[in-house]
């Protein structure tokens, strides 16, 4: 098994940024939303292909996903959009 380091970026509510540029592979994700909270898209570079999508429910909370195996690789590297009310912390290596 292959050991990588790890490294975390994060994006503000209704905003995109730029994880990373470098190829590299999604370890986990951490999101916090309100009520009115929008979707979390993660691409493959910006204006790539969506490698992750998600919606969280109408109800504030928080949620912390582990990804299997490796993780969800991003060649081009890990650009996040994030809806209103929805802030994620992308953990890659």
Known sequence: M???DVSA???GAAASAAITAQRSRIKAIAMTYTTSAG??????GNGGPTLFAFTPAAAAGS????LPG???L???GIYAT???GTTATVMYG
């Open 2 to 4: 292959m050991q990588t």
């Open 9 to 11: 970026g994060s994006v």
């Open 39 to 44: 979707a979390l898209t993660i691409t493959d």
């Open 63 to 66: 949620l912390y996903m582990l």
């Open 70 to 72: 490796e993780g969800i």
């Open 74 to 76: 991003a060649q081009n």
């Open 82 to 84: 994030t809806g209103t």
